[in-house]
């Protein structure tokens, strides 16, 4: 073992090369903050390369020789627990790298990149034919990239790692087929309700009338300004870091509440962001866990805050100021948690059937990635099981299997994080409705800060210090569990739909 | 010599190597605009850490030996006469990096950053006394990094070319030194003129409406809305690339003409950007030349167009139907042309008494750094020249050689560049309108596209193919001059005021 000045100077260089890579990361998030709400098209040729030369330069850091021997090093180190959740952190995502050769990395992004004009050509055109060997060569090298990572172990296990690492394929599993198997029938009795919910919203609503909507939504929550800003994009995303994370949002005409929806879901993203230590900025100890714990932070607010009646009793009346409208805190609560049977888009899809369609794709990923299931086979299965979980089935592959992004990509094992961020929301939820015992009276009264700081003092100030394991273990008691998303959709739709 | 096959190799490897650097300081830029236009003040910590993580990573990539490698072996080579500029271009750059050592590098960045708010302090207690040992501590690091650069010779000399490395020390101080023995009689006759200018102006202005009057001044001279866009910022500033070159503006309430003037010179600057070749983007075949001649396209804009009458024959309209003034078009040229003799602020200076600031500020900053000056007489001196060439004493330092930022950001010699762009746009406008002989008939019809493709074809495409001085000659027929810009000022302020 090194003497105890060597451990502590090793250490230093190691965690200054660690923020480099932190601080390099997030200047590419800033470019693509500015290229998604700020730049002019035009100017895609040039930031491509900017963003390119920064990737590589950030992929040198984390691959740099020097920082494997300083995790050796530091094995044998004396440290103390969150010096050793950052080794922990670090290790992971340089080991993950080194062992992916260049050139691979490199045919994935130029992959991509060609494939994106194939899709946008295939999903216009209604023509999975003419996408399927793009599909194909993705899978393949996502399989070889998993097969560099580690030969030994199901590949997509070792790419559903990639965005989530420390929950574990089993229990991701065991969690999407028991919601699978329990929400089926729940949406086939709301299906056969003869309950209508209402809907206060006639003709369209203009940007500036939903931007005012949103800004005080946000306002009322308790967004902080002088840490962000609010603005539009075409696909709404928060981004950023403790001292800066901003939100974006989008409006649909006719659909004031999707925005109001999608906002508050941005804000959750933020105040995880806005939550992480400023002191520990640029480690692993200053920086999120991964995409389940984060989408649970934005579907904590989106759902359990803003879908809920409590919130539209105080909300409401400051929504109909905003739109001209005059409806009730009910109205807008059954506005918001209407549950659609027909609809065949993910991203439009409600609270409750958006879980089928997350479920389906992981299905077929999966099994895509293991090699049981053949690209060309892909447009019938997932008719097939839209048939099976929603009832319903798309006519053009357009409305099914082309309409996402994700694939075209790169990205296989991505879409489970999104409903394993909802799980650990009603999770969440339910603990801290035990510790704040009038919830719903503070939500009623527009007071958020207490549950704020439950939050933050629960998951935010942590950063990556946890794994996802222990941290919901730490701010829960208990191991990641589907219960508590299953007792509440059931007994809120159950409720609403009289089923 | 190298076989053919080698050399372009060997070209090929490192002009990538260059396309890089250029991508890198990009990005940078980037995070430089977000900063000062979007960036909320609270991210300014971690904005800090970004920026100077990529700009590690650039002087990496800028000193790398390999760099000096190639750039050894193509000194051999066959060269094409354009591979030679590039090979020229970053051996300059690539040089003057590895000389100067990284410590001194850090200390520089460092005396800069600690200077500020003693500057900011000093200036608002008019206390120069607070500021003179920063002053000198950064006068010395500056003499330091001439020196490392090149010691045997002056150090302003090599400051100098920092920020214009192609006109030479001798050709700046004898144009500098003409145009203030030349303009302060002229200036003087002003001052002695009975004449005083319209001011059409009443009131304020409120920011929607000068936006709205800028914007359709950019609309007007032809700025391509698709490769920019216009923001406010604290000091307005142009930034980007030949594909996103954005424009920054900011509004004064009771000097709408400011904001104009003030617009145009940016899209001076933005056009010349955008005329960049857009294939040769990443190299300096597709980059600026320097500071001198992107102020020169910047003032081309402003003075030679903005402030001339035709143009105003052409935009009172406009700038009535904006402002709810009735003005005539020579009642906006006479205000926007008047010669102020009791201002004691550069920013706020006339196109004639601008130079006089900057000459001063010259003649301070090269006898500071040559060691002629001790930082204590800074005071002194300043107000006496301000007083021979203006005519004006202030009465604090904070309104005299505390006002400017430059020195705090360790930045000497770039003074001169402000007036040798103003020299030599004088000396393009003169050619110009040679080959374009119904040039104010254009302008007074709106039309821009010639004059606009004049620049393009005479400075914008040659990037930095060509030095300063062979690109002045490329241009215009002849070696860089204060012959056109004496003319023109002469007769311009001389009708003006009737002296």
Chains 1, 2 share one sequence.
Not at 213 to 240: C, I, K, M, N, Q
Not at 425 to 451: K, S, T, W
Not at 464 to 479: F, W
Request: glycine residues 6%.
């Amino acid at each position: 073992m090194a003497r105890a000045s060597e451990q502590s100077s090793t250490y230093e260089q190691f965690l200054d090369h660690v923020r480099q890579l932190h601080y390099v990361q997030d200047a590419n998030g800033v470019l693509q903050w500015d290229q998604q709400v700020m730049m002019p098209d035009a100017g895609t040729p040039a930031r491509a390369k900017q963003s390119s030369a920064v990737s590589t330069l950030h992929h040198d850091l984390l691959t740099d020789e020097r920082l494997g021997e300083w995790l050796d090093e530091l094995d044998e180190a004396d440290l103390g627990d969150e010096q050793r959740a950052v080794v922990r952190e670090v290790r992971r995502d340089h080991e993950r790298a080194v062992r992916v050769p260049a050139d691979l990395v490199e045919r994935i992004s130029e992959a991509s990149s060609n494939a994106l004009p194939v899709w946008k050509e295939a999903k216009a055109e209604d023509d999975f034919s003419a996408y399927a060997e793009t599909l194909e060569e993705l899978v393949d090298l996502r399989r070889e990239y998993a097969e560099a990572i580690d030969p030994d172990r199901d590949p997509y296990e070792v790419l559903f790692e990639e965005y989530e690492p420390y929950l574990g394929i089993d229990t991701a599993e065991d969690v999407l087929t028991r919601l699978r198997d329990e929400l089926v029938p729940l949406i086939d009795d709301i299906a056969d309700s003869d309950v209508s919910l209402a809907d206060p919203f006639e003709g369209t609503y203009d940007d500036d009338t939903q931007h005012g909507l949103v800004e005080e939504a946000l306002d009322v929550l308790g967004y902080d300004w002088d840490r962000g800003r609010l603005d539009t994009a075409p696909h709404p995303f928060s981004t950023g870091t403790q001292f800066d994370a901003r939100v974006t949002t989008r409006f649909k005409p006719d659909e004031p509440l999707d925005a109001v929806g999608s906002t508050i879901h941005e804000f959750g993203h933020a105040t995880y962001t806005l939550g992480l230590p400023q002191e520990q900025y640029g480690t692993p100890l200053g920086s999120n866990r991964d995409l389940s714990v984060h989408e649970s932070q934005s579907r904590f607010w989106e759902n359990h805050v803003g879908r809920s009646l409590p919130f539209w009793e105080f909300f409401a009346g400051t929504a109909n100021d905003h739109l001209g409208t005059d409806a009730t805190p009910r109205a807008f609560y059954e506005a918001a948690n209407e549950v659609y049977d027909d609809n065949l888009i993910r991203v439009e899809a409600d609270e409750l059937t958006y879980h089928m369609h997350i479920i389906l794709r992981f299905e077929i990923e999966r099994d895509l990635i293991r090699g049981d299931l053949d690209v060309e086979e892909v447009p019938q299965v997932w008719n097939d099981k839209m048939e099976e979980y929603l009832g319903i089935r798309p006519d053009t592959d357009a409305e099914g299997c082309l309409q996402d992004i994700h694939w075209t990509n790169g990205a296989f094992g991505y879409f489970p994080t999104y409903t394993l961020g909802s799980v650990l929301a009603a999770q969440l939820n339910h603990h801290v409705r035990q510790d704040i015992a009038d919830f719903d009276e503070q939500v009623r009264a527009g007071e958020f800060g207490e549950i704020h700081d439950w939050l933050t003092d629960h998951v935010h100030r942590h950063g990556a210090r946890y794994t996802t394991d222990d941290l919901i273990q730490e701010a829960t008691g208990e191991s990641f569990t589907a219960d508590h998303f299953l007792d509440y959709a059931d007994e809120k739709y159950r409720a609403l739909y009289d089923c």
